[in-house]
């Protein structure tokens, strides 16, 4: 079975720092997607960035970017330039192909955007 | 384009009853997925409907149920109420591309409360 693990549970930075999120997995999957979705306190579930396992790439939506480290099964959330509206809780997400969109997620990480 | 609509967002049941949450997706998306968010065990994947089929079911007692019509609405019913039903159920829409793995679509969520 997949396992999500997010060892911070709360973490908090100024505005205008860069902080690290951190995410490990377990699986003996070879091909599957990696996912960060963000919980703004209104609780809507918004997808951050995404990942394909096959890619070697690291995945960036602007100021968001991943550090994916296949052999380690790590997937790392790099937020650049955080802003008071990233406040949110963090979550990881694992789906292994062909799994019908079932996501395996990790706790959470609530991150605060000081002013 | 609408985003994924769940009626009703708030609900408060006592224990035994049963309950039936609906969940439209977003316009053109055939997969719908559902999810319980609770403090204490996060998020879990409850099932995930594609063309009016149960195609996945996570790990949730029989009382948890579902179903996809036609138009890719989606309900789910919880029968037999207990208080650990309490929770944020999130339903999530995805386009179903080839190959899989693309971004879910999150409704705002049903907050189940069980007295």
């Known amino acids: 079975a997949q396992t999500v693990t997010q060892s911070q549970p709360e973490m908090s930075v100024q505005e205008a720092e860069t902080v690290t999120l951190s995410c490990t997995y377990d699986?003996?999957?070879?091909?599957?997607?990696l996912f960060w979705y963000k919980q703004p306190p209104s609780r809507q579930m918004i997808l951050v960035i995404r990942?394909?396992?096959?890619k070697q790439q690291n995945a960036t939506e602007n100021r968001f970017s991943v550090n994916f480290q296949k052999a380690a099964k790590s997937f790392s959330l790099k937020i650049s330039d955080s802003q008071l509206g990233d406040t949110a809780m963090y979550f990881c997400?694992?789906?292994?192909?062909?799994?019908?969109?079932?996501?395996?997620w990790g706790a959470g990480t609530k991150l605060i955007i000081k002013p | 384009k609408a985003g994924v609509t769940q009626t009703p967002r708030y609900l408060i049941k006592t224990r035994g009853q049963q309950v039936t949450l609906s969940c439209s997706p977003i316009?053109?998306?055939?997969?719908v997925s559902w999810y319980q968010q609770t403090p204490g065990q996060g998020l879990q994947f409850l099932f995930e409907y594609f063309s009016e089929t149960q195609r996945n079911k996570g790990n949730f007692p029989g009382r948890f149920s579902g179903r996809q019509f036609s138009n890719s609405r989606s309900e789910m019913n919880v029968s037999t109420l207990e208080l650990g039903d309490s929770a944020l159920y999130l339903c999530?829409?995805?386009?179903?591309?080839?190959?899989?793995?693309?971004?879910?679509?999150f409704g705002p969520g049903t907050r189940l409360t069980v007295l």
């Open positions: 997400a694992f789906m292994k192909q062909a799994s019908n969109y079932q996501l395996i």
């Open positions: 990942q394909e396992a096959y």
């Open positions: 699986t003996s999957e070879n091909n599957y997607y």
């Open positions: 316009s053109g998306h055939r997969s």
């Open positions: 999530a829409s995805s386009l179903v591309l080839a190959g899989g793995g693309d971004e879910q679509f």
